[in-house]
């Protein structure tokens, strides 16, 4: 089974592998084993407290027992713990989703529902699973395909590199990008470029910024007059990361409480700046 190479919002390559299937399968029995300790306690209960109920109340608690056995089960364990149930978090196992990010409880009930009624019900079934698994570059199974998701052995990102900066100058530009034309790759890209430029020569780093440019305005809209390249570059890379990183913190507070004011000081005298000799037309200055 082939490395799967996923690309986070920040546009960082993650060498990360798919899970082998001896080690899903471990966990999936990691996971049964637990689900049926689960279904023999709460059965139990269920069996001493309802001895006088009707037959259609005894099977309508039986159907519920299965549910929360095989669908709450995981849904709940891989919404809370973003990607993980106990059988997979002990062999070290993820569900994300295909572009790396971490996955909702959308994904987890599509494959919540998936597995207690496509994967398990028959044999017949639950062989396609594995051969899905085993054709699959990902390793991904029926429930996977259907969620937009990957299992993976987690493990660190294999490259790193300067973060690009946003230059102030094209902060409000940038702000109103539409960037859902900016692909993985192309944003691997521009930030291996942004990383390394200084580690190329001159003329390639002129001739591969400029075709850079090219692309990523193709895909953002034009930059403003003006603008040196490596800024644009900069500025829709951040602003790609900027945006990433509030959609995975989720909704923030749409109300802070004031702050006391600041105490007033007099006033410094302004120093002189000192001239930069990279500084290009705009003030745009390339950074280091």
């Known amino acids: 089974m082939s490395e799967a190479q996923l690309v986070t919002g920040e546009a960082v ?32 209960i269920v069996t001493a407290t309802s001895l006088d109920v009707s037959e259609a109340a005894a099977q309508a608690l039986s159907i519920l027992l299965l549910i929360v056995t095989f669908i709450v089960y995981p849904v709940t364990f891989e919404t809370l713990l973003r990607g993980r149930t106990p059988g997979k978090a002990a062999m070290g196992l993820r569900v994300v989703r295909d572009d ?15 597995g207690a009624f496509l994967e398990r019900p028959g044999i017949t079934v639950f062989v396609a699973g594995i051969v899905s698994s085993l054709l699959n570059p990902q390793g991904k199974r029926l429930g996977d395909l259907m969620a937009g998701t990957v299992v993976l052995r987690e493990r660190v990102p294999v490259r790193g590199g300067a973060v690009a900066q946003m230059p102030p100058q094209l902060a409000g530009w940038a702000a109103g990008l539409d960037l859902s034309g900016l692909g993985n790759e192309l944003a691997l890209s521009v930030r291996q470029f942004v990383s390394r430029s200084d580690q190329l020569t001159t003329a390639s780093r002129d001739q591969l910024g400029g075709q850079l440019v090219a692309a990523v305005t193709a895909a953002v809209g034009p930059a403003p007059a003006g603008a040196p390249g490596w800024a644009v570059l900069s500025a829709v890379l951040a602003e790609r990361r900027r945006r990433e990183s509030e959609r995975l913190a989720g909704p923030v507070a749409a109300y802070a409480p004031r702050s006391a004011p600041l105490p007033r000081t007099e006033p410094s005298p302004a120093a002189e700046p000192e001239a930069s000799p990279q500084a290009g037309p705009g003030g745009f200055a390339p950074p280091g």
């Open 13 to 44: 390559a993650l060498d990360l592998q798919p899970a082998a299937l001896p080690s899903r399968v471990v966990a999936g029995l990691i996971d049964a084993s637990l689900q049926l300790v689960v279904l023999l306690v709460v059965g139990g």
């Open 100 to 114: 790396g990010g971490p996955i909702a409880f959308r994904q987890a009930l599509v494959r919540g529902l998936s």
